[in-house]
T-cell receptor, first 113, second 111 residues
Framework: DSGVTQTPKHLITATGQRVTLRCSPRSGDLSVYWYQQSLDQGLQFLIQYYNGEERAKGNILERFSAQQFPDLHSELNLSSLELGDSALYFC????????????FGSGTRLTVV | QQPVQSPQAVILREGEDAVINCSSSKALYSVHWYRQKHGEAPVFLMILLKGGEQKGHEKISASFNEKKQQSSLYLTASQLSYSGTYFCGTPPNFGNEKLTFGTGTRLTIIP
């Protein structure tokens, strides 16, 4: 157990639907990052939150949104889902300094049918 | 822009050595290395900071050359457990926590 908890582990949904992915960071970490990994692809940065505030944004689609709550857990909302949104979605957390690296959660595998 | 890793894939026999390179078109402030086994989350291996440091982790070490804007990961006497995809990650500037990950290198160790 890395200390970063992601739920659900698997999600199968139809095109056009909306889903919410949840992430609880490692205890004490204030930063949360969301990454998308498509089949056999690299890790694409979506968005970062630090202590409740959005800190950095990547190539995140307008159909996607995220937030970080006062208890530091984060949610990634994906709407109007398309087949191409099928991917592994990872959440990672880090301490204030990233010299200790990111700690990744086990990911949510989203399949859009 | 995404760092470019080479080779894209490599197959080695147990006990052989491997070198994985990570090159950036932008200045590098630090370089992270991660290993991801199939179907699992990436796991942090080490961080290289400016200054040409070489860090070690068991039989895995790395170097960082900020002038050449590249880092190399060295795996010596590889073990079956080293199999996986290796990613380098770099921040866009000093003090930035966001990492852009490289294209990845798939390493397969066979008995």
């Amino acid at each position: 157990d890395s200390g970063v908890t992601q739920t659900p582990k698997h999600l199968i949904t139809a095109t056009g639907q909306r889903v919410t992915l949840r992430c609880s960071p490692r205890s004490g970490d204030l930063s949360v990052y969301w990454y998308q990994q498509s089949l056999d692809q690299g890790l694409q940065f979506l968005i970062q939150y630090y202590n409740g505030e959005e800190r950095a944004k990547g190539n995140i689609l307008e159909r996607f949104s995220a937030q970080q709550f006062p208890d530091l857990h984060s949610e990634l909302n994906l709407s109007s889902l398309e087949l191409g949104d099928s991917a592994l979605y990872f959440c990672a957390s880090s301490a204030r300094s990233i010299q200790g690296g990111y700690t990744f959660g086990s990911g949510t595998r989203l399949t859009v049918v | 822009q995404q760092p470019v890793q080479s080779p894209q894939a490599v197959i080695l026999r147990e006990g052989e050595d491997a070198v994985i390179n990570c090159s950036s078109s932008k200045a590098l402030y630090s370089v992270h290395w991660y290993r991801q086994k199939h179907g699992e989350a990436p796991v942090f291996l080490m961080i290289l900071l400016k200054g040409g440091e070489q860090k070690g982790h068991e039989k895995i070490s790395a170097s960082f050359n900020e002038k050449k804007q590249q880092s190399s990961l060295y795996l010596t006497a590889s073990q079956l457990s080293y199999s996986g995809t290796y990613f380098c990650g770099t921040p866009p500037n000093f003090g930035n926590e966001k990492l852009t990950f490289g294209t990845g290198t798939r390493l397969t160790i066979i008995p």
